[in-house]
């Protein structure tokens, strides 16, 4: 409970410190408010005053003159809900704008281990639902304060020309109040079962014609119009539920105002007859009260707002008062100018407060050496492979590259000094250009085309419609998983790294293919430092040594052949991966593969 | 959840006027069976808006008769008391007509569109294999979701307001002619500058607003992938450049959201002085005509009060049209879906299929689109009780003549009989339960196991179930299952691994329990762990049966009575699996190079 109190003044913080840089704005917005009320106020007022003064004693004179004021008044009052509309808005987008760009900067630079823990799908609603949520309070802001103040001077004015009307008006009012915030309240869950029954519904149609073959093979038509009646009847019933909540709601918001209009003209009508009114003043009466509907409305909106706001502003906080774990140290140096070499000393890490992955593991990676990790599943070769980047820090030992503890060297330097081929490929929906020269945005496309070719990415790049300018993604050109990968390894290989990580890179290659890649490969490496993480014996082959890992500590260190000749543990562990191995476009496992036509 | 951000909604269509007027016709025809209704609420929806406004009329005589008759005659109390208590009776009947009016349309509404939707889906089901594999799923979903969902906004949000407050328009104005037509001719001057407004806002804010949900979509898309490809950017330390990356697209949307207070900007000014103008002419003019003895001073309080009348409902009207016409378009696209014509239907006086047969396919030729044939002169007889293996190239219509075989498509060229009757003149239930197709993946409906078997027959018992299961031989596996048949599969059957599906799937077909069965080989690899177990339950499932599998892996079709080669829309050779060696054309080419493959795979 405090912790959410202490979260919802976080939320209230950030929204001022959003605000604060437009203080122009806000003043300008709140005296342009000021003034609207006051000329909206004035309006009914004038007319009163020109049917007492001008109509009922018959000076025309008199008359013209409250009408004109009253058409300059009505100037007055069109330029300052312009501005005060325009300042709103201005300040809600500005403060929604730098706020979302605040946050991606922020989660941008947030830790790995951040990553794992959060779902896209969350930081996602914090960039957009909540973020929109404090908008509109912001939006609503200054007009709730402009409206208000109108509430509170029409309610002062029907004080001074009647008490009696202005308490039967005061009475009445706060029922409108009263019902839209029942009403809110009841049609809330009403709607999102309503949605959900929707989202039901939608569910049997989408399944229904994705497996039509299923359902017109089997002549199963008539059980899926039978289960798309029962969802669409749940539907129904739903929405009548709401309705019904609309029908006891949405005339009443009609009937309150109205009842104020009739007690304005029966009790006004009789303080007239006995002289305590005037008849303008009474015809005032009736467009001031519908003033008041409103800024009640709008007071209930912004309280309802204001709490999902404040909730949306807390989870915002959370994120930004994250700090990042992996940061420079004061004084961090820049890459070393060495071989190359790697050694992990003593290295433990467990992820979060999770156990030790890795315990104890000594090795080394002298300079232009490539390295092949093998070992089970969960052995904890990726997670070695995401130490020397610093993805994370080790939680014991340390990692040295040329002699230099890994965490004195500026972080962005390290990395462009890492270049690492992720186990699980993702590329960006840009062109594949843009993909290979990620790490380096300008660089010619010769160099582009280079990388590919080492990769084995150039002849199928070539065969694209648009080639290296074909855009892939989820709105583009879809690439197989191999073809994904080798755009991967293109990507590190233009990055020209000083230390190559390939964490099982070419698992989706098709075999037939991989050897075309592996001499390329064979080049790429020359001179780097390399760790490679693989399964297949092939790509095992391409290192100089083999480690043997298990239980998050090396186990055994040889050439492929020393270890199969002398580790039973390592014939078991490639025998496993080569039964383990996913379906890929090669289906490397699918020992017809290579022959069957139309596979 | 449904309604991602970026889901294009059936907006930015705008019907012609011939099509709005059609959509209109078939409506109402539709709405045959409840006429009624719908006459009977228009009624009660006219008599709420004349007691809506019969108010300020109300005060105008409780003013001019009752409060300050003027000087020849004394205020009387009597009547103001009278009217005021007419003005209640009012206020209260128009409340309770108004939510007598909003139940009986949502229920006329709410009710039209269940049988609508029922109606599209149904349609939708008879529709041809060859509708669905043209249509992309998400464009049919959407018809019977956002579409249908357009329309709901209308019923449950627009409807009544758009007609009321068309009713309150010209109710107003009819009420002020009645009490000063002078009058009421010098106030109307505001209300074409105000349509005028409205409209161009409308169109404006519209444009604005397209534009604001495209750069929305755009930087969502940044957003996401910035996040889901921050580990990319970090291993190469590309935060900076996607930061400004961001910022482009962020604060493009911004722009674009200026764009539209801008143009807000430009109108509630306009409108909030011309609503002053109106209370001004109002008052200069009435009190003219007050002055010249024309009219009394309640009926400017009366006008006064109808000035609001006039502008809500433009303002309203003109915000409301969208979701009208939106609904309008939606329609137009419902209707255009239930005009589609199924090409696989039912003659009439068709005939049940026999109960055993053997195929006879005759020279017949097929193609999806056009002149793309991609089957020609095909003919072929298939024993009672036999296995026939199709072999081919992808794309060579092997897939397409088992299609054929179990009518999801009719040949544009010869026939294709059963025990002697042409399957066009067979009856489409007969037709389902004696041939059945097994698709490729084991496709899972959500629901539980039990649910997913009974696809197969609808009306089979839980015994008819276990019998199914133990005809296949699985009911250990399924028995092992922590929930058994009740085991929900979730979306898809995600939580079933491929394998299983397919065992579902295949006990579904042993429920079916068809004379024929054609079965779409799987490409891909299942689980280690099942795939003998599907062989198995496969093998159970196909004695006794006449079999054509389309089969990828020549292993299968080695297993086959005879093996038909499809080749570029051609049956290049049949035989059995020796008798092809032996030929030494496709066949054994095609099973040399698998053989070779296999030896390779070994090594590699």
Same mark, same amino acid.
């Given at each position: 409970?405090?912790?959410?109190?202490?979260?919802?003044?976080?939320?209230?913080?950030?929204?001022?410190?959003?605000?604060?840089?437009?203080?122009?704005?806000?003043?300008?917005?709140?005296?342009?408010?000021?003034?609207?009320?006051?000329?909206?106020?004035?309006?009914?007022?004038?007319?009163?005053?020109?049917?007492?003064?001008?109509?009922?004693?018959?000076?025309?004179?008199?008359?013209?003159?409250?009408?004109?004021?009253?058409?300059?008044?009505?100037?007055?009052?069109?330029?300052?809900?312009?501005?005060?509309?325009?300042?709103?808005?201005?300040?809600?987008?500005?403060?929604?704008?730098?706020?979302?760009?605040?946050?991606?900067?922020?989660?941008?630079?947030?830790?790995?281990?951040?990553?794992?823990?959060?779902?896209?799908?969350?930081?996602?609603?914090?960039?957009?639902?909540?973020?929109?949520?404090?908008?509109?309070?912001?939006?609503?802001?200054?007009?709730?304060?402009?409206?208000?103040?109108?509430?509170?001077?029409?309610?002062?004015?029907?004080?001074?020309?009647?008490?009696?009307?202005?308490?039967?008006? %005061?009475?009445?009012?706060?029922?409108?109040?009263?019902?839209?915030?029942?009403?809110?309240?009841?049609?809330?869950?009403?709607?999102?079962?309503?949605?959900?029954?929707?989202?039901?519904?939608?569910?049997?149609?989408?399944?229904?014609?994705?497996?039509?073959?299923?359902?017109?093979?089997?002549?199963?038509?008539?059980?899926?119009?039978?289960?798309?009646?029962?969802?669409?009847?749940?539907?129904?019933?739903?929405?009548?539920?709401?309705?019904?909540?609309?029908?006891?709601?949405?005339?009443?918001?009609?009937?309150?105002?109205?009842?104020?209009?009739?007690?304005?003209?029966?009790?006004?009508?009789?303080?007239?007859?006995?002289?305590?009114?005037?008849?303008?003043?009474?015809? #005032?009466?009736?467009?001031?009260?519908?003033?008041?509907?409103?800024?009640?409305?709008?007071?209930?909106?912004?309280?309802?707002?204001?709490?999902?706001?404040?909730?949306?502003?807390?989870?915002?906080?959370?994120?930004?008062?994250?700090?990042?774990?992996?940061?420079?140290?004061?004084?961090?140096?820049?890459?070393?100018?060495?071989?190359?070499?790697?050694?992990?000393?003593?290295?433990?890490?467990?992820?979060?407060?999770?156990?030790?992955?890795?315990?104890?593991?000594?090795?080394?990676?002298?300079?232009?050496?490539?390295?092949?990790?093998?070992?089970?599943?969960?052995?904890?070769?990726?997670?070695?492979?995401?130490?020397?980047?610093?993805?994370?820090?080790?939680?014991?030992?340390?990692?040295?590259?040329?002699?230099?503890?890994?965490?004195?060297?500026?972080?962005?330097?390290?990395?462009?000094?890492?270049?690492?081929?992720?186990?699980?490929?993702?590329?960006?929906?840009?062109?594949?250009?843009?993909?290979? #020269?990620?790490?380096?945005?300008?660089?010619?496309?010769?160099?582009?085309?280079?990388?590919?070719?080492?990769?084995?990415?150039?002849?199928?790049?070539?065969?694209?419609?648009?080639?290296?300018?074909?855009?892939?993604?989820?709105?583009?050109?879809? %690439?197989?998983?191999?073809?994904?990968?080798?755009?991967?390894?293109?990507?590190?290989?233009?990055?020209?790294?000083?230390?190559?990580?390939?964490?099982? #890179?070419?698992?989706?290659?098709?075999?037939?293919?991989?050897?075309?890649?592996?001499?390329?490969?064979?080049?790429?490496?020359?001179?780097?430092?390399?760790?490679?993480?693989?399964?297949?014996?092939?790509?095992?082959?391409?290192?100089?040594?083999?480690?043997?890992?298990?239980?998050?500590?090396?186990?055994?260190?040889?050439?492929?052949?020393?270890?199969?000749?002398?580790?039973?543990?390592?014939?078991?562990?490639?025998?496993?991966?080569?039964?383990?191995?996913?379906?890929?476009?090669?289906?490397?496992?699918?020992?017809?593969?290579?022959?069957?036509?139309?596979? | 959840?449904?309604?991602?951000?970026?889901?294009?909604?059936?907006?930015?269509?705008?019907?012609?006027?011939?099509?709005?007027?059609?959509?209109?016709?078939?409506?109402?025809?539709?709405?045959?069976?409840?006429?009624?209704?719908?006459?009977?609420?228009?009624?009660?929806?006219?008599?709420?808006?004349?007691?809506?406004?019969?108010?300020?009329?109300?005060?105008?005589?409780?003013?001019?008769?009752?409060?300050?008759?003027?000087?020849?005659?004394?205020?009387?109390?009597?009547?103001?008391?009278?009217?005021?208590?007419?003005?209640?009776?009012?206020?209260?009947?128009?409340?309770?007509?108004?939510?007598?009016?909003?139940?009986?349309?949502?229920?006329?509404?709410?009710?039209?569109?269940?049988?609508?939707?029922?109606?599209?889906?149904?349609?939708?089901?008879?529709?041809?294999?060859?509708?669905?594999?043209?249509?992309?799923?998400?464009?049919?979903?959407?018809?019977?979701?956002?579409?249908?969902?357009?329309?709901?906004?209308?019923?449950?949000?627009?409807?009544?307001?758009?007609?009321?407050?068309?009713?309150?328009?010209?109710?107003?104005?009819?009420?002020?002619?009645?009490?000063?037509?002078?009058?009421?001719?010098?106030?109307?001057?505001?209300?074409?500058?105000?349509?005028?407004?409205?409209?161009?806002?409308?169109?404006?804010?519209?444009?604005?607003?397209?534009?604001?949900?495209?750069?929305?979509?755009?930087?969502?898309?940044?957003?996401?992938?910035?996040?889901?490809?921050?580990?990319?950017?970090?291993?190469?330390?590309?935060?900076?450049?996607?930061?400004?990356?961001?910022?482009?697209?962020?604060?493009?949307?911004?722009?674009?959201?200026?764009?539209?207070?801008?143009?807000?900007?430009?109108?509630?000014?306009?409108?909030?002085?011309?609503?002053?103008?109106?209370?001004?002419?109002?008052?200069?003019?009435?009190?003219?005509?007050?002055?010249?003895?024309?009219?009394?001073?309640?009926?400017?309080?009366?006008?006064?009060?109808?000035?609001?009348?006039?502008?809500?409902?433009?303002?309203?009207?003109?915000?409301?049209?969208?979701?009208?016409?939106?609904?309008?378009?939606?329609?137009?696209?419902?209707?255009?879906?239930?005009?589609?014509?199924?090409?696989?239907?039912?003659?009439?006086?068709?005939? !049940?299929?026999?109960?055993?047969?053997?195929?006879?396919?005759?020279?017949?030729?097929?193609?999806?689109?056009?002149?793309?044939?991609?089957?020609? !002169?095909?003919?072929?007889?298939?024993?009672?009780?036999?296995?026939?293996?199709?072999?081919?190239?992808?794309?060579?219509?092997?897939?397409?003549?088992?299609?054929?075989?179990?009518?999801?498509?009719?040949?544009?060229?010869?026939?294709?009989?059963?025990?002697?009757?042409?399957?066009?003149?067979?009856?489409?239930?007969?037709?389902?339960?004696?041939?059945?197709?097994?698709?490729?993946?084991?496709?899972?409906?959500?629901?539980?196991?039990?649910?997913?078997?009974?696809?197969?027959?609808?009306?089979?018992?839980?015994?008819?179930?276990?019998?199914?299961?133990?005809?296949?031989?699985?009911?250990?596996?399924?028995?092992?299952?922590?929930?058994?048949?009740?085991?929900?599969?979730?979306?898809?059957?995600?939580?079933?691994?491929?394998?299983?599906?397919?065992?579902?799937?295949?006990?579904?077909?042993?429920?079916?329990?068809?004379?024929?069965?054609?079965?779409?080989?799987?490409?891909?690899?299942?689980?280690?762990?099942?795939?003998?177990?599907?062989?198995?339950?496969?093998?159970?499932?196909?004695?006794?049966?006449?079999?054509?599998?389309?089969?990828?892996?020549?292993?299968?079709?080695?297993?086959?009575?005879?093996?038909?080669?499809?080749?570029?829309?051609?049956?290049?050779?049949?035989?059995?699996?020796?008798?092809?060696?032996?030929?030494?054309?496709?066949?054994?080419?095609?099973?040399?190079?698998?053989?070779?493959?296999?030896?390779?795979?070994?090594?590699?």
């Amino acid at each position: 409970m405090d912790s959410e109190r202490a979260a919802r003044r976080a939320g209230w913080r950030l929204m001022y410190e959003a605000i604060r840089p437009q203080r122009s704005w806000v003043i300008g917005g709140v005296v342009a408010g000021f003034l609207w009320t006051g000329a909206k106020v004035a309006v009914p007022l004038l007319a009163a005053a020109a049917i007492d003064e001008g109509i009922v004693k018959g000076d025309t004179g008199v008359t013209v003159r409250f009408v004109l004021i009253m058409l300059a008044v009505g100037v007055v009052q069109a330029i300052c809900t312009g501005l005060r509309r325009y300042s709103a808005f201005r300040i809600a987008l500005r403060a929604e704008t730098n706020l979302r760009q605040r946050l991606f900067a922020h989660l941008q630079r947030l830790h790995f281990a951040f990553h794992d823990e959060a779902q896209t799908g969350q930081l996602m609603a914090r960039a957009n639902t909540d973020i929109q949520q404090i908008e509109t309070v912001v939006i609503l802001l200054p007009l709730t304060a402009a409206s208000t103040l109108t509430m509170a001077v029409v309610i002062g004015v029907l004080f001074y020309y009647s008490t009696g009307l202005a308490l039967m008006v %005061l009475a009445l009012m706060p029922l409108l109040q009263i019902a839209a915030h029942r009403f809110s309240h009841k049609i809330q869950p009403v709607n999102l079962a309503l949605q959900e029954e929707l989202g039901d519904l939608s569910g049997v149609v989408e399944e229904t014609i994705s497996g039509i073959r299923v359902v017109k093979g089997f002549g199963a038509e008539k059980v899926q119009a039978k289960a798309l009646d029962h969802e669409a009847d749940s539907v129904l019933t739903r929405a009548l539920d709401a309705a019904k909540l609309r029908a006891n709601f949405l005339p009443l918001v009609d009937l309150i105002p109205t009842l104020a209009l009739v007690a304005i003209l029966w009790y006004g009508g009789h303080q007239v007859i006995d002289g305590k009114l005037q008849v303008g003043e009474l015809v #005032a009466f009736n467009s001031l009260v519908l003033m008041l509907i409103w800024p009640l409305r709008m007071l209930g909106m912004l309280l309802a707002q204001a709490s999902r706001a404040s909730g949306g502003g807390g989870r915002i906080h959370e994120i930004l008062a994250t700090d990042s774990a992996i940061t420079d140290r004061p004084g961090a140096v820049s890459m070393p100018d060495g071989p190359g070499e790697i050694e992990f000393v003593g290295v433990g890490f467990g992820y979060g407060t999770g156990p030790r992955v890795i315990e104890g593991l000594d090795l080394t990676l002298r300079g232009g050496e490539a390295v092949a990790l093998v070992g089970a599943t969960g052995c904890g070769k990726t997670t070695v492979a995401r130490l020397l980047p610093r993805f994370y820090d080790v939680t014991a030992g340390q990692i040295l590259i040329d002699g230099v503890d890994i965490r004195e060297i500026t972080v962005s330097k390290l990395r462009r000094g890492i270049g690492i081929v992720f186990d699980d490929t993702f590329l960006f929906s840009d062109s594949i250009r843009e993909n290979i #020269a990620f790490a380096e945005p300008e660089a010619p496309i010769d160099e582009v085309r280079r990388a590919a070719r080492l990769a084995g990415a150039d002849g199928f790049i070539e065969a694209l419609p648009d080639g290296y300018d074909t855009v892939i993604g989820e709105h583009g050109y879809s %690439l197989s998983g191999g073809q994904r990968q080798r755009i991967a390894i293109a990507r590190a290989i233009l990055a020209d790294p000083h230390v190559l990580i390939l964490d099982d #890179a070419t698992s989706a290659v098709d075999p037939t293919k991989e050897h075309e890649i592996r001499s390329a490969l064979k080049e790429v490496m020359g001179g780097r430092t390399t760790l490679i993480i693989a399964h297949r014996p092939a790509t095992i082959a391409l290192a100089d040594r083999v480690v043997l890992m298990g239980e998050g500590r090396v186990l055994a260190v040889g050439t492929h052949q020393e270890l199969l000749a002398s580790s039973e543990r390592y014939r078991e562990v490639l025998a496993h991966a080569e039964a383990d191995a996913p379906p890929s476009d090669g289906s490397p496992s699918d020992v017809g593969a290579a022959g069957v036509p139309g596979a | 959840m449904r309604g991602a951000w970026v889901e294009p909604g059936p907006a930015d269509e705008t019907l012609t006027r011939d099509e709005a007027k059609g959509v209109m016709r078939r409506l109402w025809g539709m709405l045959r069976p409840y006429r009624g209704q719908t006459i009977l609420a228009t009624l009660v929806l006219v008599g709420q808006t004349v007691c809506l406004l019969a108010g300020p009329f109300l005060l105008s005589i409780g003013i001019d008769k009752g409060i300050d008759p003027g000087a020849r005659s004394r205020p009387d109390v009597a009547v103001l008391n009278t009217v005021a208590a007419i003005y209640l009776a009012a206020a209260l009947l128009s409340w309770v007509l108004g939510r007598l009016v909003i139940q009986r349309v949502a229920r006329i509404g709410e009710t039209f569109l269940r049988d609508l939707r029922s109606r599209v889906f149904r349609h939708l089901l008879r529709l041809g294999l060859d509708f669905f594999e043209r249509e992309q799923t998400g464009r049919l979903v959407s018809r019977m979701t956002a579409d249908i969902d357009a329309l709901q906004d209308l019923v449950s949000q627009g409807l009544v307001a758009f007609v009321q407050n068309g009713l309150i328009f010209v109710g107003a104005i009819i009420f002020m002619v009645i009490l000063s037509w002078q009058l009421a001719l010098c106030t109307l001057v505001i209300v074409p500058p105000v349509i005028f407004a409205s409209r161009w806002f409308r169109r404006e804010s519209n444009r604005a607003y397209l534009e604001v949900r495209d750069r929305i979509a755009t930087n969502l898309a940044t957003l996401q992938e910035g996040l889901a490809g921050v580990r990319v950017v970090q291993a190469f330390a590309r935060e900076r450049a996607w930061t400004r990356r961001f910022h482009e697209t962020n604060e493009a949307q911004f722009d674009a959201n200026l764009e539209t207070v801008r143009i807000s900007v430009r109108y509630f000014p306009f409108i909030e002085f011309i609503g002053v103008a109106g209370f001004a002419v109002i008052i200069g003019v009435g009190g003219l005509f007050v002055d010249r003895g024309w009219l009394q001073i309640g009926i400017l309080a009366a006008f006064i009060l109808y000035l609001n009348n006039l502008f809500e409902p433009i303002q309203q009207l003109s915000q409301l049209y969208d979701t009208v016409q939106k609904a309008g378009a939606a329609l137009h696209k419902l209707f255009e879906l239930l005009d589609t014509k199924s090409a696989i239907t039912e003659r009439t006086g068709a005939v !049940d299929l026999p109960d055993h047969g053997a195929f006879e396919v005759d020279d017949i030729s097929f193609a999806y689109l056009g002149d793309e044939y991609v089957l020609r !002169d095909v003919s072929l007889s298939i024993a009672a009780g036999e296995r026939l293996a199709l072999v081919g190239p992808t794309g060579a219509g092997k897939s397409t003549l088992a299609k054929l075989l179990v009518r999801f498509y009719d040949p544009r060229g010869g026939t294709i009989r059963y025990g002697g009757v042409d399957l066009r003149d067979a009856t489409l239930d007969s037709l389902r339960k004696r041939i059945v197709v097994v698709p490729q993946e084991g496709f899972l409906f959500a629901g539980t196991i039990r649910e997913n078997i009974r696809i197969g027959r609808p009306d089979a018992s839980d015994d008819d179930v276990a019998a199914a299961i133990e005809a296949v031989g699985l009911t250990d596996r399924f028995a092992s299952l922590p929930e058994g048949l009740e085991t929900e599969v979730r979306e898809r059957g995600s939580r079933l691994s491929g394998g299983e599906r397919q065992l579902v799937s295949l006990v579904r077909a042993a429920l079916a329990d068809p004379e024929v069965l054609v079965l779409d080989e799987a490409t891909s690899n299942l689980d280690p762990g099942t795939e003998v177990a599907v062989e198995r339950a496969l093998e159970k499932l196909m004695q006794d049966r006449t079999v054509v599998v389309v089969a990828h892996r020549l292993s299968t079709a080695a297993r086959c009575d005879r093996i038909a080669v499809v080749d570029d829309g051609h049956l290049a050779e049949l035989g059995t699996h020796e008798d092809l060696l032996a030929q030494g054309g496709r066949y054994e080419r095609l099973f040399s190079a698998w053989t070779s493959g296999v030896a390779m795979g070994r090594t590699a």
